[in-house]
């Protein structure tokens, strides 16, 4: 089975603070996706990677940047912290090839409060 | 990406048929429909997916119309763990940002 995890299911941080949101997946998929989730909003997509060291910005990205130094991990990254970055951060991953290429497989989320 | 229109919400009795429509009326024609689902508390799960013919696996069918401007996702005998919130996307082939919506929420009742 694909398997998504992500560094924390939840996490307090406070206003300003620096937060790394880590997301390993262990398919050696080439896409790679960060995405927040808000009450009424849906899943808005904020930035995916492609291969390594590649990235592109999704529909939000303002706020956040990301790495991908392995093709394995991808990491959300929130320079200064505020609490209108108060959401669910949900990672995904999925492979390049293929029909099954829109098939993307998502981790359980991280719950980030800003306070 | 093209858009797509669900229905807030919709109700089905447990062990019926749940048809959950969705209308992408600008969609190209190199544009998939998929589906996915997103059960309280977990990430979203992918269903199923479809260019222009109907398609079925161990989850659900897929119907599009001809005109491929709209499409229906059949679970054929719900059950109380298919009350969740359902996604419609369409996306180019080989395009791999999607957009999800707000989707469908799915209440399946005993």
């Known amino acids: 089975d694909v398997k998504v995890t992500q560094s924390s299911r939840y996490l307090v941080k406070r206003t300003g603070e620096k937060v790394f949101l880590e997301c390993v997946q262990d398919m050696d998929h080439e896409n790679m996706f960060w995405y927040r989730q808000d009450p009424g909003l849906g899943l808005r997509l904020i930035y995916f990677s492609y291969d390594v060291k590649m990235k592109e910005k999704g529909d939000i990205p303002e706020g956040y940047s990301v790495s991908r130094e392995k093709k394995e991990r991808f990491s959300l990254i929130l320079e200064s912290a505020s609490t209108n970055q108060t959401s669910m951060y949900l990672c995904?991953?999925?492979?390049?090839?293929?029909?099954?290429?829109?098939?993307?497989?998502f981790g359980p989320g991280t719950r980030l409060t800003v306070t | 990406d093209a858009k797509t229109t669900q229905p807030t919400s919709m109700d089905c009795a447990e062990g019926r048929a749940a048809n959950l429509p969705c209308n992408h009326s600008t969609i190209s024609g190199n544009e998939y429909v998929y589906w996915y689902r997103q059960i309280h508390s977990q990430g979203p799960q992918y269903i199923i997916h479809g260019l222009k013919n109907n398609e079925t696996n161990e989850m659900a069918s897929l119907i599009i119309t001809e005109d491929r401007k709209s499409s229906t996702l059949i679970l054929p005998h719900a059950t109380l763990r298919d009350t969740a919130v359902y996604y419609c996307?369409?996306?180019?082939?080989?395009?791999?940002?999607?957009?999800f919506g707000t989707g469908t929420k799915l209440q399946v009742i005993p």
């Open positions: 995904a991953s999925s492979q390049n090839r293929g029909p099954s290429s829109y098939e993307q497989y």
């Open positions: 996307i369409v996306s180019p082939g080989g395009y791999q940002k999607v957009t």
